[in-house]
């Protein structure tokens, strides 16, 4: 047991443990908009998740850079932060966007497969899907309606998907005419603490 303390190299262990982390930091945030909370319990999906990005990344090269020799020398000093950090990043944001817009869940469920949701809660799900447009009647426990059209989620209205912190952001508020939505002139957007929220309408665009 002294002899494996004795040849542990930390240096090592980052390579099994920095892709995963990297990729799913990166996933998290394509899909949900935020870094996620990481405890001493995710270390164990960081070193499966490196051990598959390992996997592929010695496939690929064995396939596309000629073997061995070159895998070796590309791995080593400064491309190593490619290898070890960007790259995992990079993959980490595609499949978030990928399953952001759950292209492989749509087509799945017409062929009548169906998993669970990857959303902890109903409110993360809203959050994260509500599409740009839709207009939400905000009715608060002790004031009137707060009414607001959800513009661009990457730059505009803005939900919390912390579960301990459900609050709200409209980047346009406005009122409701008959049938109609008409923002406030001057435009102005409207911050709605999650204390304050009893149940939120939903009105989503017409699709053309």
Do not use: C
């Not at 400064?78 to 950090?85: D, E, G, P």
């Not at 809203?126 to 207009?135: E, Q, R, Y």
């Not at 990457?154 to 008409?182: K, P």
């Amino acid at each position: 047991m002294e002899d494996l303390f004795k040849s542990f190299d930390a240096a090592a262990i980052l390579y099994w443990v920095v892709p995963g982390a990297f990729f799913i930091l990166f996933r998290s945030f394509a899909l949900k908009g935020a870094f996620p909370a990481l405890g001493k319990d995710d270390v164990v999906a960081f070193i499966i998740v490196s051990v598959l990005y390992w996997w592929l990344a010695i496939w690929a090269f064995a396939t596309f850079a000629g073997g061995p020799p070159n895998f070796a020398q590309d791995f080593a000093g400064a491309r190593s932060i490619v290898t070890l950090v960007a790259a995992p990043a990079l993959l980490g944001a595609l499949v978030g966007l990928f399953e952001r817009r759950d292209v492989a869940g749509r087509l799945l469920r017409v062929l009548g497969v169906r998993f669970l949701s990857p959303y902890a809660t109903a409110w993360e799900s809203v959050a994260v899907n509500l599409p740009p447009g839709a207009v939400l009647i905000v009715h608060l426990k002790d004031a009137e309606p707060v009414v607001g059209r959800w513009t661009n989620a990457q730059i505009g209205s803005a939900a919390s998907t912390d579960r301990e912190v459900r609050d709200l952001y409209l980047d346009e508020i406005g009122a409701i005419a008959g049938n109609n939505y008409l923002p406030f002139s001057p435009a102005r957007g409207a911050y709605i603490a999650p204390d304050q929220i009893q149940f939120i309408e939903v009105v989503t665009p017409a699709a053309n």
